[in-house]
């Protein structure tokens, strides 16, 4: 009489078998350099986003306890060395590799100097320690450099050549860095690009060969790696043609019992069963324009019941693609069940899905090509440790002076550690004046109850960018790092200010251009800090990275010409 036993031809499955092929992601791309094998351990984080260690500011060295560091790794090499060397030559690369003594007299040596704690640091290593980096600094110069080099080492030049390559491999193991055709950071977009691939297991249409699955993150720079940062791409091969005969692929069939789907709130299906209040979807109230609640509701109170899970454990670095699944129902009804590729007829672009890959479609300007049914599933860390920024860079808009600032907020210091960018810049103008024996200065009494001042100071750690014209195009513009100069009194000369972080010191002393549209008008915010993870075998890898986000809306430099100002009182 309740219906409760009036049945429909609705089996519930009982039985499922799964059909999945699997492809192994083996090829990686950084930016437009060349191919390379992407490796079985490996974190793909560290892969993208390493990026060169601080080693350098122009002439003035960083990076000192990297430096201290490697310089004890050689000394343990020198002494651990299996058969032991003629003598021990550590006296001899301390003083050849030794920290220098900073001059406070010196331009040069302003940046250490003008930090009290960067002073002492630096004073007390210098001719009492070596510098490691600089050895390696120096055979990195040319292939003819060894290690022997300077010092009388007869018959132990083989034997010091090896330890080098010896120290080579360790500070590759202690921070990962990229090499030169393997840097994925692109300066002019403050972001990463890469590509990967996996083989397809068909032959190209063109019989070129066997065909890859391209995916490229041309926009990456959240710090967050995972598959949606990824685009399918028509590409038949990743960079080079160079693709292995061997097609790749695994078949996988596994059998399953389907497990319901339950959750908090879910209508229980039998009758005088009553479900738990503490979730209540008759209760939520959207909004015309709530589609999401919407879809929530009816999927939790109308189709509750029809969803099953079929568990599968997939590895790590994979496309996976479902080819079927062959179910079993009460009934003894057997049924396969294939991805969902039929769709009407001229909506692709219309066609959403889930944790899938969409494509650009051919032609079709502003839309999107049906997304292929295939889950990836990136050799990504599961946890990934940060550092404090070394470097934060701010870039805002100032439409009064009409031209981008990059705030300096945080400046890596000679030693290792960082400080806050006004306090540095400070620090260090104050150095300058002091080289320059510029003491208080009382100005003279007015002349007049006003002056006319040609332009005012801007904070040191401001860096200017101005716009000109892309090369080739009278309409189109860039931003180009500039400089403002230094006024020090007593010096007819002005100094120009150089920004201090390297990640605005690119390509120094030649120009750097950014993309204008990088900056917006709520502007960008760019970091660099040390990540540290875990491989799956265990071991750990570091690496020094960027993230770019969202910046807090337009700045004011206060940057004037030509004022007609007070004078200051007597």
């Known amino acids: 009489q309740m219906g409760e036993f009036e049945?429909?031809?609705?089996?519930?499955?009982?039985?499922?078998?799964?059909?999945?092929?699997?492809?192994?992601?083996?090829?990686?791309?950084?930016?437009?350099?060349?191919?390379?094998?992407?490796g079985a351990d490996v974190a793909l984080e560290a892969r993208v986003e390493a990026r060169p260690v601080p080693l350098r500011a122009g002439a003035q060295y960083l990076s000192l306890d990297l430096r201290l560091a490697a310089g004890r790794r050689w000394r343990k090499l020198l002494q651990n060395v299996r058969p032991p060397l003629a003598r021990d030559?550590?006296?001899?690369?301390?003083?050849?590799?030794?920290?220098?003594?900073?001059?406070p007299g010196a331009n040069a040596d302003a940046a250490i100097c003008a930090h009290a704690d960067a002073w002492q640091q630096v004073a007390c290593a210098a001719e009492r320690a070596m510098d490691g980096l600089a050895l390696l600094e120096y055979l990195a110069e040319?292939?003819?450099?060894?290690?022997?080099?300077?010092?009388?080492?007869?018959?132990?030049?083989?034997?010091?050549?090896?330890?080098?390559?010896?120290l080579r491999t360790w500070f590759a193991h202690l921070i990962a860095q990229p090499i030169a055709d393997?840097?994925?950071?692109?300066?002019?977009?403050?972001?990463?690009?890469?590509g990967l691939s996996a083989p397809s297991g068909e032959v190209a249409a063109d019989g070129s060969g066997a065909s890859e699955i391209v995916m490229?993150?041309?926009?990456?720079?959240?710090?967050?790696?995972?598959?949606?940062?990824?685009?399918?791409?028509?590409?038949?091969?990743?960079?080079?043609?160079?693709?292995?005969?061997?097609?790749?692929?695994?078949?996988?069939?596994?059998?399953?019992?389907?497990?319901?789907?339950?959750?908090?709130?879910?209508?229980?299906?039998?009758?005088w069963s009553f479900e738990d209040r503490r979730t209540n979807f008759g209760q939520v109230d959207p909004d015309t324009t709530d589609?999401?609640?919407?879809?929530?509701?009816?999927?939790?109170?109308?189709?509750?019941?029809?969803?099953?899970?079929?568990p599968w454990t997939l590895p790590t670095g994979c496309v996976a693609e479902v080819r079927g699944v062959a179910i079993s129902t009460v009934f003894d009804e057997r049924l396969w069940v294939t991805p969902v590729n039929d769709h009407p007829t001229g909506s692709d672009w219309e066609r959403w899905t889930m944790f899938t890959l969409t494509e650009d479609a051919p032609g079709v300007t502003g839309r999107q090509a049906p997304a292929v049914p295939q889950l990836v599933m990136l050799p990504t860390a599961p946890k990934v440790q940060e550092g404090e920024a070394l470097e934060d860079v701010a870039l805002v808009r100032d439409e009064m002076a009409n031209m981008v600032w990059a705030i300096e907020h945080q400046i890596p210091l000679p030693t290792g550690w960082r400080r806050a960018g006004p306090e540095a810049a400070h620090e260090y103008r104050s150095h300058l004046r002091r080289i320059a024996g510029v003491g208080p200065v009382t100005p003279p009494p007015p002349a007049a109850p006003v002056r006319y001042r040609v332009m005012n100071e801007v904070p040191e750690q401001w860096i200017p960018f101005i716009a000109v014209h892309?090369?080739?195009s009278t309409r189109e513009t860039q931003l180009q790092r500039a400089a403002l100069p230094r006024f020090i009194e007593g010096h007819p000369n002005p100094q120009k200010i150089r920004p201090r972080t390297p990640l605005l010191r690119h390509d120094m002393p030649h120009q750097y251009l950014i993309h204008e549209e990088e900056v917006p008008r709520a502007g960008a915010a760019v970091s660099q800090c040390y990540q540290r993870t875990r491989l799956p075998d265990g071991s750990v890898v570091t690496w020094y990275g960027a993230r770019k986000s969202t910046g807090r809306g337009e700045g004011s430099s206060g940057l004037a010409f030509d004022q007609l100002v007070d004078a200051p009182p007597a």
Not at 18 to 36: E, K, M, P, S
Not at 144 to 166: F, H, K, M, Q, W
Request: aromatic residues 10%; glycine residues 6%.
């Open 7 to 38: 049945g429909d031809d609705a089996g519930s499955p009982v039985l499922a078998r799964a059909c999945i092929d699997l492809r192994t992601i083996d090829r990686y791309q950084a930016a437009d350099g060349a191919v390379h094998d992407l």
């Open 89 to 103: 030559y550590w006296d001899d690369y301390r003083d050849l590799y030794a920290v220098q003594v900073p001059n």
């Open 142 to 166: 040319s292939t003819t450099n060894r290690a022997a080099d300077g010092i009388s080492a007869p018959g132990d030049e083989a034997a010091l050549d090896a330890l080098a390559d010896r």
């Open 182 to 194: 393997d840097d994925a950071w692109l300066p002019a977009r403050l972001e990463y690009s890469f």
């Open 216 to 271: 490229r993150a041309d926009e990456y720079h959240h710090g967050n790696l995972d598959w949606w940062a990824l685009e399918r791409r028509d590409e038949l091969r990743l960079g080079d043609p160079a693709v292995p005969a061997a097609l790749p692929l695994t078949r996988e069939v596994q059998t399953f019992v389907p497990t319901q789907v339950v959750f908090d709130g879910m209508p229980n299906t039998r009758w």
């Open 291 to 310: 589609l999401g609640k919407l879809m929530l509701m009816e999927f939790a109170l109308a189709f509750a019941n029809d969803w099953f899970v079929v």
């Open 470 to 472: 892309v090369d080739g």
